[in-house]
């Protein structure tokens, strides 16, 4: 899969060994800790999820076995790249794990992703392995199943999971078949411990959009997943008789860091909920008496908001919700006090190339909680810096910059993108503006790079501008983000129409939608203009796009 990094740069060497013998970086492998505990209580319930029900930690272990002979059948194994693209159901979590066992590299990405994104990524990767959905709220899959194997030559597997797995065509696998086969028990028996990689290896890839439309993939190493886990372990005193609710999809950083691996590095129990609804999770948060999640802000303001909630008896069980992924407004932690009064609601400001950086700990005074985003883990430090990268007085706005055990080596086969936002003392530039206060309490401010937040999930304009360009009606067009109560922001077109032609939003989605273009990506609101506002290097003026619709 190319470039893998798996090697601690040298400027990080003392603060590795520091980290090492601080307990943050364990030298652990996941799949090792999952047999581990599987082994000693084999029938304590590990999974529940909407479509293949409730899972036992001896059940799972027999399939992730299983599932590990079965890839190296197939020719799956070390530094292999393989993209699971799946909703919040078991198959992830057993996916995962075998494929850690094996040493073989989880390239997570969300759901929403389709041909064009995965084209790309299996190419970019020399993916050996692709995980679909057969179908999932109401989109067929088959299709770009189809599409992605005449395309993608590495791919040596190409699982559709789920309801309708069975329609599988030439070159596809039904993973529901796969693991009807007893692969284990096939010819003589591998030694499959030889395979597990070294702690400091690449053993996962996050990818996030950047602000000019490339996906960049952020390289973790087993040991830097643990830290990760490690922080709000350390701050919250999460452990074993947790349950940890995941809403957050797995293919995303909150989800698969802080729901999914938190939970199997614990061992507490997972409850997955593939559809978003805040009248289910509050009643399935209720039933299965789940203690913690981490998701992003419009999942806190549907759940503040739904009536079900009083009927659930205010969820009396959560006693952590931690919300990132776009601003939490004061308001929203305020209603939330008063119809969860048992839940610590805590801002979490977090990266998928460094973690969850910030959170508020638990004596931390309530202004903390409504004006901040909160103070760093344990493991990792901030600086607001300017343009030079000078440390400005507390107080003052600045870039902040990051660096700690959680932080990922580098991005996958980028090297100008990696030496552009990592400096050579170790600290990662994040671009967003930030100020920090006495007391250690950060507030981004704003952001420095040009990116939309839309429900949680960083979108990069220039990679909708790219799409909307090629059609014969668009002149010239700027996508900006513009503010939503509940998502934070929605995606807004400003289009130049070519030669007195016209364009709406109907048009636009359709024109998204051949492209084979995430739904979340589609502009919602279309602007016509004449021209647009240019500096004097023909840049586009964004801040001015974004006045004229604070003015409308």
């Known amino acids: 899969m190319g470039r893998t990094g798996g090697v601690v740069r040298s400027h990080d060497q003392l603060m590795a060994r520091r980290w090492r013998e601080e307990g943050l970086w364990p030298g652990t492998i996941l799949s090792d800790r999952f047999f581990e505990l599987a082994s000693k209580r084999p029938e304590r319930e590990l999974v529940l999820d909407p479509i293949f029900g409730r899972l036992t930690r001896g059940e799972a272990a027999a399939r992730v076995e299983r599932l590990m002979h079965g890839l190296r059948e197939r020719g799956i194994g070390p530094g292999d790249a393989a993209i699971l693209c799946l909703p919040n159901w078991t198959p992830f ?55 992605l194997k005449a395309k993608a030559a590495a791919l040596r597997i190409l699982f559709l999971v789920g309801p309708g797995s069975d329609r599988a065509d030439a070159g596809m696998v039904s993973y529901e078949a796969f693991m009807n086969t007893a692969w284990e028990a096939r010819g003589a028996p591998e030694d499959l411990t030889r ?26 190493t087993s040991n830097i997943l643990s830290a990760i886990n490690e922080g709000f372990i350390r701050r919250y005193g999460l452990n074993e008789e947790d349950t940890i609710f995941a809403a957050s999809p797995l293919g995303h950083a909150v989800g698969f860091t802080h729901c999914l691996r938190m939970a199997l590095n614990i061992g507490a129990r997972l409850v997955l909920l593939d559809r978003w609804d805040a009248a289910h999770a509050a009643k399935l948060i209720a039933s299965e008496r789940c203690t913690f999640t981490a998701a992003a802000t419009p999942f806190l303001v549907d759940l503040v908001g739904t009536p079900a909630l009083a009927q659930c008896g205010q969820l009396p069980s959560l006693r952590l919700f931690l919300c990132g992924g776009a601003p939490v407004p004061a308001g929203l932690v305020h209603a939330a006090r008063k119809v969860l009064p048992q839940t610590f609601v805590s801002p979490l400001f977090g990266m998928t190339e460094c973690g969850g950086v910030t959170t508020c700990p638990l004596d931390a005074p309530l202004e903390k909680l409504w004006m901040t985003d909160g103070k760093p883990c344990e493991g990792m430090e901030v600086q607001v810096v300017d343009a030079a990268g000078r440390t400005v007085p507390t107080g003052t706005d600045g870039e902040l910059v990051i660096r700690g055990s959680m932080l990922s080596l580098e991005y996958f086969n980028q090297p100008e993108l990696t030496a552009e936002h990592w400096r050579p003392d170790g600290f990662f530039r994040s671009g967003d503006q930030a100020r920090l206060d006495a007391d250690g309490y950060i507030k981004i401010t704003g ?53 007195g032609s016209s364009i709406d939003v109907p048009e636009i989605q359709r024109w998204m939608e051949r492209a084979g273009v995430a739904k979340q990506k589609w502009p919602e609101a279309v602007r016509l203009v004449a021209t647009l506002p240019l500096t004097p290097s023909g840049k586009v003026q964004k801040f001015r796009l974004r006045e004229l619709l604070a003015e409308s």
Request: charged fraction near 20%.
């Open 93 to 147: 979590v057993v996916l995962h794990l075998a494929l850690t066992a094996i040493g073989a590299v989880t390239v997570n990405v969300p759901p929403i992703y389709r041909e064009r994104e995965l084209e790309h990524l299996a190419k970019f990767t020399g993916a050996k392995l692709l995980a679909l959905p057969a179908e999932f709220r109401g989109y067929d899959y088959l299709p770009v199943a189809r599409a």
């Open 447 to 499: 952001r420095i790079k040009d990116m939309i937040i839309r429900g949680g999930v960083n979108i990069a304009p220039a990679e909708i501008e790219n799409v909307l360009f090629e059609h014969p009606a668009v002149a010239s067009v700027a996508v900006v983000g513009m503010p939503d109560a509940r998502l934070g922001e929605r995606i807004c077109a400003f289009v130049v129409p070519r030669g």
């Open 195 to 220: 395979l597990r990689l070294d702690p400091d290896a690449v053993t996962a890839i996050g990818f996030t959009s950047g602000t000019t439309g490339v996906l960049k993939g952020a390289l973790q």
